[in-house]
């Protein structure tokens, strides 16, 4: 066995090494660097010495799989899931929760530092009070040959998965019984190689009350026995408000297509967040639509926005843009405390959804314009409204460089920044810098226990 005395470049795909793990990739797997050379072993904890085997080398880096633990951390514990290592859905299951929040601050921090260029110290997670059970919005692959849960790892091979600890219970028992009505009547998987197929993905939304919306995608504009579907999932949930179909017949990997058939109950779910206002905490309400976005996480999502609004230091006399703003909810989280809240969003459907709850929790000060970030950026400052704070949400690939422009040229003197990724986060934040934006604080939320995923907010003032 090479024990770690050879240089970098010396390291050989199916070599066997061992090391002492000093960290964590962006991906959660623990970083070895035997003889200089850098090896990544999911599966590894820091502190730990390993034994691993080389599987991919790659310009003085290398890919390898874990052997065996020489020397365990404190941290190492038996995972709690028996699909643990074969569905790819969590990363950290193997360490304790305290060594999780580790990881990903210092995730965040590295990315600040390398990509950002900041030399802010991120502040320590803000992890879950519940790191079970918390998806409130669960999608489940169907292969052909009829498994339903999850994909393995960097692969699309479902791996069936009969209880999953991230879902609801009314989650994993309506993707079980599309599981049985599937099996007897005998509805094909969908098979994303030949396009053949019925069956594509099932869809299930909960909320904080424990009611239930299950979505059935089909590559087809109907299936055979719906009303049997309808009602085994009703008979198996029954806390279940409404059973939907979906048609999706492109390829890809897109989940949902555009054409809904309810075939019973309502095609909609209401749900609530508990948001800072001037007299206390204040409970809005929220209209889901099956494609709406809105934060899986509804316990942590709380936590999440009350950092937007420490951050804006609203004061009620202020104009707040909220870019990426999806059915509303930090837009109108920021109107309980600015005089005028302005929200974008490029979904046709999620700005509607966002009017009717604006209207719902009685809030006048908030309007919505479907419209690109950065188009309505430009719209904004030709009107001559020049924005005191501006917050944006974008998805994982973050902000456009012109959309960044069109931001800084509208001098807000805050920018609040709610990232799922730190790569993308710390890109855009030094971006932002060319344009006179400096990082003040870097806050981390543990939106995803169990997943190498974090969310970030970030506060960029004006240099």
Known sequence: MKTGKHPAEALQANGLYAGTVEGYDSGGAGIVKPGGAVAFVPGAIRGERVEFRVTRTRRGAADAELCQVLAPSPARRVPD???????????????????????KRQRVQDA??????ASIEVEPVIGAERPLRYRGKCQYPVSASGAIGFYRAGSHEVVDVRDCLLQPSAANRAADAVRQWAA????????????????????????RRGESLCCVVANGKTLPKEPELAGIVRAMVPETVGVVVNTNTRPG?????????????????????????PDGLRELSFKLSLPSFFQVNREQAEKLYALVMENAALTGSETVLDLYCGIGTITLSLALRARRAIGAEIVERAVADAKENASANGIANAEFACADAAELA??????????????????????????????????????????????????????????????????????????????????????
């Open 112 to 117: 600040l530092a390398r990509i950002g260029g």
């Open 184 to 207: 007897r009547y005998r509805v094909p998987g969908y098979d994303e190689h030949t396009g053949k197929g019925l069956l594509r993905h099932v869809c299930v939304r909960t909320n």
């Open 378 to 463: 430009r719209r904004v400052k030709a009107e001559g409204l020049r924005p005191d704070v501006v917050t944006v949400d974008p998805p994982r690939k973050g902000l456009t460089p012109d959309g960044i422009a069109a931001i800084a040229s509208m001098e807000p003197s805050r920018v609040v920044y709610a990232s799922c990724d730190p790569g993308t986060l710390a890109r855009d934040m030094r971006l932002f810098a060319g344009h006179g934006y400096a990082v003040r604080r870097a806050s981390p939320v543990d939106m995803f226990p169990g997943t190498r995923h974090v969310e970030t907010v970030a506060l960029l003032q004006r240099a």
């Open 253 to 277: 990997n897109v989940v949902l297509g555009g054409r809904y058939r309810t075939l019973w109950g309502r095609n909609f779910l209401c749900d609530t967040l508990r948001v800072p206002a």
């Open 81 to 103: 899931c028996p699909y643990f290592g074969k569905c790819g859905g969590c990363d950290f299951r193997h360490m304790s929760y305290e060594e999780e929040l580790w990881a």
